[in-house]
């Protein structure tokens, strides 16, 4: 996530600036801008729709919920835009928060007035610390969460947030021009505003783009490709050629998902069972209990992978073209497929994951996959407990567009670090790629 900002951002502390995970201010090159695309409908949640905001943020997701939350609650008029009201605060992948390192990380969040930690602890269906065997400075607060309970109550969290509007709009274009640069030093370029899909323009003083895995996003399974962010969703293609065209340099990354399994069609008696703890500790600081009892948590069940499982992984390496690229470039959440090759035939551990208390659908972690469906099954199939498994949805690939964190300054903004900019080095690239060389 990062974001392009004018005057709002002298008012922001640097806290609340890695809240957004990526505060900037925004000076964009001089390029011309693409046409623009008349498409989406738009939808408020709001008493009254506004052509003006002190912040605007892009994205409904993790990061862009943070984003608004953290802006509205700073007095800032804020505006949400995402591209359904219904998936604000969905998650996407994995039905958990947390772990080593992720856990810190919310807990920081948290301690500067976040919303994710608390959420967690109303929504979650099994609680556990990791790493308890070790020092407390490396312990990692980890939960199972019920995906319904959760968008619910973040929703929730949302919609009644002062100073906050939620709008369904695609965004396509930024708008740019001159505005004032801190601490007097005259005008430069930055971003003023967006444009939708709509032709519909608003403006504001600062825009926060959270756009995850839509910009320019693909969906990949076997040789297939999808547009989308992901399975349903369209990607951000024209704001994707915007950040381009501005002169950012970006890059793509790819991540992957595993498929989803019919939790009836699964023989749990020959696995081990993991339990939550006895007594859960809450992910936020502002609480000192988890909503739901210990003994009502939900277990979690482990399985490995076996050699055939690595047999099928080689025989469908010429229909997957999402691990064929992956082993040249990064990517999140290493799939089945590339730790196979990595690492040999070794097995690899599958932790069954419930998605909720009501849910039929169980999440195999650490089987993210891409190759053709009719491989996915084969595959599963061949795996302890899962021999008779149904797929629910086929596992598939993402791919998508990101920009290069180098751009950043040590204050988390999208321009030259504050030498070049009392320089006035601030046009195009070069800035960025002396900045990050120094």
């Known amino acids: 996530m990062f974001c392009y900002t004018s005057r709002i951002q002298s008012q922001l502390s640097i806290g609340h600036r890695a809240i957004s995970c990526i505060s900037t201010s925004g ?5 011309p801008r693409g046409p623009l695309k008349q498409r989406c409908c738009c939808q408020f949640h709001s008493d009254q ?37 219904s998936t604000v605060g969905e998650m996407s992948c994995n039905p958990s928060f947390g772990g080593i390192g992720k856990g810190h990380l919310m807990r920081e969040v948290d301690a500067l007035g976040g919303v994710c930690a608390r959420i967690c602890d109303v929504s979650g269906v099994q609680y556990k ?39 369904a709009a695609a965004v396509e274009d930024l708008i740019t021009g001159q505005v004032e640069a801190r601490e007097g030093h005259g005008m430069v370029r930055g971003c003023k505003g967006v444009i939708l899909g709509s032709g519909e323009a608003i403006m504001s003083h600062s825009v926060v783009l ?7 996003g693909s969906i990949n399974i076997g040789l297939s490709v999808t547009p989308a962010g992901r399975i349903g969703d369209e990607p951000a293609i024209g704001l994707a050629k915007t950040i381009e065209d501005a002169g950012f340099k970006l890059g793509r990354l790819k991540t992957g998902t595993p498929p989803r399994l019919d939790k009836r069609t699964i023989d749990f008696s020959q696995l ?13 600081f502002m609480n000192e209990t988890v909503w739901i009892k210990p003994e009502d948590q939900l277990p979690c069940h482990m399985t490995r992978t076996t050699e055939k499982v690595a047999e099928i992984v080689r025989a469908s390496l010429h229909l997957n073209r999402h691990v064929q690229e992956e082993i ?51 595959m599963m199939r061949s795996i302890p407990g899962l021999e008779n498994v ?26 030259p670090v504050r030498r070049l900019f009392m320089a006035g080095q601030i046009n195009g690239t070069t800035g960025y790629e002396e900045a990050a060389a120094q």
């Open 27 to 31: 000076f964009l090159s001089s390029k």
């Open 49 to 85: 729709a506004k052509s003006s905001y002190d912040v605007i943020v892009v994205g409904g997701g993790h990061a862009g919920t943070e984003a608004a939350c953290a802006a509205a609650r700073m007095g800032a008029n804020t505006l949400l835009l995402t591209h359904k009201l």
């Open 129 to 167: 610390m990791l790493n308890r065997r070790k020092g407390p400075a490396v312990w990692g607060p980890r939960a199972q969460i019920d995906r319904v309970l959760y968008k619910r109550n973040l929703q929730a969290e949302v919609f009644s947030t002062p100073n906050l509007t939620v709008r």
């Open 210 to 216: 959270t756009a995850g895995t839509f910009l320019r």
């Open 272 to 284: 081990p069972i993991n339990y939550g703890d006895s007594r859960p500790s809450p992910f936020s």
């Open 328 to 378: 040249n470039g990064p990517r999140y959440c290493p799939s089945i497929e590339s730790k196979i090759l990595r690492f040999g035939p070794r097995t690899h551990q599958i932790w069954l994951e419930p998605e909720g208390l009501d849910s039929e659908i169980i999440y195999p972690q650490g089987m993210s996959v891409t190759m053709p469906e009719e491989f996915q099954v084969e």
């Open 390 to 415: 149904r797929l629910v949805r086929p596992g598939y690939g993402v791919e998508y567009d990101y920009s290069d964190p180098r751009q950043l300054s040590p204050t988390l903004e999208t321009l």
